[in-house]
């Protein structure tokens, strides 16, 4: 075909927006096919490039159909760009007419320069004519040399290959239709087998990604698997090598926290066994030293915390044990501490503090052969008075006693006497005024020298009453025991007569006092007692008869009831702009509550006093053992004091940052009120820095600082694990402060 023709024409289909993106490469690759092509035809020839063929002013449609039907062969260049171009579709259609005209069907060689997504997949390119022309035609895959060096030897020998074929194909001879319809048969069935050649290649290769791949992912899986079993494996090994530090750790400390503390942080620890069995050791251990301790402080109250807090330790049955002998031995001291007193209310605190204890029936019989011995002095006393009204009040007061029949007699004897010298008529006691009979009806002349004489006698059984320079006598029975409010002072039977929690008042404007009963307790802290300073060692105290102690600190109105009198030193403590009334008195000494107490002993005739550091303690915890009287921790509801500090899980609240009046708060179960805060209490003990020594029966201690005084109680300013029960505190005798006051107390005779 070549050979028959005077021109040899080439189309070079193309898009021009390629070529200017691909900065002329496409312009290049042109010009080296048309060198290839001249140099293996031997003989020139033209490659039409519409950016060089068509001249200015001409119709591109005409130029290209012209150029079209002049042209032999066809390169088109395949690109997303040229495929969906307008001009390249019309350029190839109008070449595939000419093909047809020539009698051909091999003059089209595509060039796939960049990928078309519809040439991978045979039902798209099957849908497109320009696309089915190009996907069954054998093309050139550019896509890989595209980026190389147009003078490189590899796009040297393709586009030698590519010309090759190209030479070779005008080369051959016009044939008839019936050889072009045989020669496109096997074309087509060359290109089938190429196709299938090509897509087993594909599939192949695609074959051989995939399996790479697999093999790659598989590497992978299994480097993954080594890696995270060896990580694991080194975690493990850190894990065991940190819960043996750990466990080591514990052991060193040598505490059930501490051993706790491991099993709760590593419960799957490969030494969870080992640690629950040294945990039950050091329980042991721990449990036989509580035992050891509480046996060294040699109290109830120490047992009872040691039972409390391991009921079911293996010490418990020996504690038990322990607690009853020491509760014998409690009973034994308050026992012998009630004989040595030798008074009924002393046996009466026994039994009312012992009620359960092996000494109650001797002390009963006790108690009978002191109530025989205080009836004889009555009667005695009685009998040297010498009058029916002393015999009637012995009557009145011992009704059961064994010496009734002896007094019946007696009185008998004295009314016979008595009618036998009845008083001339008209020289009655009555009709001459003298004062024979009193108030009551029971006044009887005692001395010699007749009711004028100033002697003063106290007698058992009785009260003497002197007024106006007389003396009379009133039988127990004329007396009537006071409330609160009867402001006079009690008998020595009122005294006698009573009970614990008991209340009475002897003036006006004195304190009201509470009975509370005689019994022992445990003084100080334990060991283990949060806020515990090191002046709290446990002592154990007796006290052996029952006393009465204010049921309220000593108030404004009273102090200054005592100023208004001519007592308290004359002077009157400043309230702090906080108001007076019903608060606390404050900014008073020690001496000043000596002087207070002293003009109040004086108003009744009564031995008041301040409490002992142990008295005070001992009302304090009203027969409780914890921090405070209600339990182990405090709320600013219960008490006075910095409530913006807390102890022992309590709450928070508001700081009053001054007193309230002393009836604020509920009492504690014997009726006293703020033993807890709002202001220290001045007692009557000398300061030592130690509960040892104390004396244990009571009595507040002459030795040690006696110009500092043990304060109790705990103030408003103070924060609350200051106001425990066994706190203490001490200050010179002369200070005064805001936080400063005292509760008066008072022995109960005879």
Same mark, same amino acid.
């Given at each position: 075909m070549a050979s028959e023709l005077s021109e040899i024409v080439g189309f070079f289909s193309y898009s021009r927006r390629d070529d200017e993106h691909s900065m002329g490469a496409l312009s290049r690759l042109r010009a080296r096919i048309q060198s290839e092509l001249r140099l293996q035809m031997g003989r020139d020839f033209r490659l039409w490039q519409d950016t060089a063929a068509i001249p200015d002013g001409s119709l591109w449609e005409d130029e290209i159909r012209k150029a079209i039907a002049e042209s032999v062969f066809f390169v088109p260049i395949v690109t997303p760009s040229a495929v969906s171009s307008g001009q390249c579709s019309f350029e190839f259609e109008a070449f595939v007419k000419r093909e047809a005209e020539l009698g051909r069907n091999d003059l089209i060689f595509p060039i796939l320069y960049i990928t078309v997504e519809e040439l991978e997949d045979e039902k798209q390119w099957r849908q497109s004519e320009l696309l089915r022309t190009i996907g069954t035609r054998q093309y050139l895959d550019w896509r890989k040399y595209r980026h190389h060096d147009a003078s490189s030897p590899e796009v040297a020998q393709q586009i030698e290959q590519y010309c090759r074929h190209i030479y070779r194909a005008l080369r051959r001879p016009v044939v008839t239709a019936e050889e072009r319809r045989r020669e496109e048969g096997e074309a087509d069935a060359r290109r089938r087998a190429e196709e299938q050649r090509r897509r087993k290649e594909v599939a192949d290769a695609q074959k051989r990604v995939k399996d790479e791949e697999r093999r790659k992912k598989a590497e992978a899986e299994a480097r993954a698997r080594a890696e995270e079993e060896r990580r694991q494996s080194d975690a493990e090994a850190k894990q065991r090598s940190q819960q043996e530090k750990a466990f080591a750790t514990a052991k060193r400390a040598g505490t059930v926290d501490a051993v706790n503390k491991f099993i709760f942080d590593y419960p799957q620890s490969h030494r969870r066994d080992d640690?629950?069995?040294?945990?039950?050791?050091?329980?042991?251990?721990?449990?036989?030293?509580?035992?050891?301790?509480?046996?060294?402080?040699?109290?109830?109250?120490?047992?009872?915390? +040691?039972?409390?807090?391991?009921?079911?330790?293996?010490?418990?049955?020996?504690?038990?044990?322990?607690?009853?002998?020491? @509760?014998?031995?409690?009973?034994?001291?308050? +026992?012998?501490?009630?004989?040595?007193?030798?008074?009924? %209310?002393? @046996?009466?605190? +026994? *039994?009312?503090?012992?009620?359960?204890?092996?000494?109650?029936?001797?002390?009963?019989?006790?108690?009978?052969?002191?109530?025989?011995?205080?009836?004889?002095?009555?009667?005695?006393?009685?009998?040297?008075?010498?009058?029916?009204?002393? @015999?009637?009040? +012995? *009557?009145?007061?011992?009704?059961?006693?064994?010496?009734?029949?002896?007094?019946?007699?007696?009185?008998?004897?004295?009314?016979?006497?008595?009618?036998?010298?009845?008083?001339?008529?008209?020289?009655?006691?009555?009709?001459?005024?003298?004062?024979?009979?009193?108030?009551?009806?029971?006044?009887?002349?005692?001395?010699?020298?007749?009711?004028r004489s100033p002697l003063a006698v106290a007698l058992l059984g009785g009260v003497l009453v002197v007024v106006a320079g007389g003396v009379w006598f009133m039988s127990q029975r004329d007396q009537v025991r006071p409330s609160s409010a009867d402001g006079v002072p009690l008998t020595l039977?009122?005294?006698?007569?009573?009970?614990?929690?008991?209340?009475?008042?002897?003036?006006?404007?004195?304190?009201?006092?509470?009975?509370?009963?005689?019994?022992?307790?445990?003084?100080?802290?334990?060991?283990?007692?949060?806020?515990?300073?090191?002046?709290?060692?446990?002592?154990?105290?007796? @006290?052996?008869?029952?006393?009465?102690?204010?049921?309220?600190?000593?108030?404004?109105?009273?102090?200054?009831?005592?100023?208004?009198?001519?007592?308290?030193?004359?002077?009157?403590?400043?309230?702090?702009?906080?108001?007076?009334?019903?608060?606390?008195?404050? /900014?008073? %000494?020690?001496?000043?509550?000596?002087?207070?107490?002293?003009?109040?002993?004086?108003?009744?005739?009564?031995?008041?006093? *301040?409490?002992?550091?142990?008295?005070?303690?001992?009302?304090?915890?009203?027969?409780?053992?914890?921090?405070?009287?209600?339990?182990?921790?405090?709320?600013?509801?219960?008490?006075?004091?910095?409530?913006?500090?807390?102890?022992?899980?309590?709450?928070?609240?508001?700081?009053?940052?001054?007193?309230?009046?002393?009836?604020?708060?509920?009492?504690?179960?014997?009726?006293?009120?703020?033993?807890?805060? /709002?202001?220290?209490?001045?007692?009557?003990?000398?300061?030592?820095? %130690?509960?040892?020594? /104390?004396?244990?029966?009571?009595?507040?201690?002459?030795?040690?600082?006696?110009?500092?005084?043990?304060?109790?109680?705990?103030?408003?300013?103070?924060?609350?694990?200051?106001?425990?029960?066994?706190?203490?505190?001490?200050?010179?005798?002369?200070?005064? %402060?805001?936080?400063?006051?005292?509760?008066?107390?008072?022995?109960?005779?005879?």
């Open positions: 640690a629950l069995t040294l945990r039950a050791q050091l329980i042991v251990q721990v449990q036989d030293k509580a035992f050891a301790l509480a046996k060294r402080a040699d109290t109830v109250a120490a047992i009872d915390n +040691f039972l409390a807090d391991y009921p079911d330790g293996q010490s418990a049955d020996a504690a038990h044990a322990l607690r009853a002998k020491l @509760i014998a031995r409690d009973q034994e001291t308050a +026992f012998a501490a009630a004989k040595r007193a030798d008074t009924v %209310s002393a @046996i009466d605190g +026994f *039994l009312a503090g012992y009620p359960q204890s092996h000494r109650v029936a001797d002390a009963a019989a006790l108690r009978a052969r002191l109530m025989a011995r205080e009836h004889e002095k009555a009667f005695a006393a009685a009998k040297r008075v010498d009058t029916l009204g002393a @015999i009637d009040g +012995f *009557l009145a007061d011992h009704p059961q006693s064994h010496l009734a029949a002896a007094a019946q007699a007696l009185r008998d004897k004295l009314a016979a006497r008595a009618a036998a010298h009845s008083a001339p008529a008209g020289h009655s006691a009555e009709a001459s005024g003298t004062p024979r009979d009193g108030p009551h009806g029971r006044f009887r002349d005692l001395a010699p020298g007749g009711w039977a009122q005294e006698q007569a009573l009970k614990p929690k008991d209340r009475f008042k002897e003036c006006a404007t004195c304190p009201t006092m509470v009975v509370v009963p005689a019994g022992s307790f445990t003084m100080g802290s334990p060991d283990n007692e949060p806020g515990r300073n090191s002046d709290e060692q446990q002592v154990r105290v007796a @006290i052996p008869r029952s006393f009465a102690i204010g049921e309220f600190a000593v108030t404004f109105d009273q102090w200054d009831a005592c100023k208004a009198d001519g007592g308290c030193n004359e002077s009157a403590p400043a309230d702090a702009g906080w108001g007076r009334g019903q608060r606390p008195a404050i /900014n008073v %000494s020690w001496k000043d509550a000596e002087a207070y107490i002293a003009w109040l002993s004086r108003q009744t005739g009564k031995a008041y006093r *301040l409490a002992s550091e142990a008295e005070r303690e001992f009302v304090t915890r009203a027969g409780s053992v914890t921090p405070f009287w209600w339990g182990s921790s405090i709320a600013p509801t219960q008490a006075n004091y910095n409530a913006t500090y807390v102890y022992q899980g309590g709450a928070k609240g508001t700081y009053r940052a001054q007193t309230v009046p002393v009836d604020s708060f509920a009492p504690n179960p014997w009726g006293l009120y703020q033993v807890h805060g /709002n202001v220290w209490e001045w007692t009557d003990d000398c300061w030592n820095d %130690s509960n040892s020594g /104390n004396p244990g029966d009571g009595t507040a201690r002459r030795n040690g600082d006696c110009d500092r005084r043990v304060v109790r109680g705990g103030a408003w300013f103070n924060s609350p694990g200051i106001l425990r029960a066994a706190s203490r505190g001490n200050y010179p005798v002369e200070n005064r %402060s805001e936080g400063f006051g005292f509760r008066v107390a008072r022995t109960l005779g005879p």
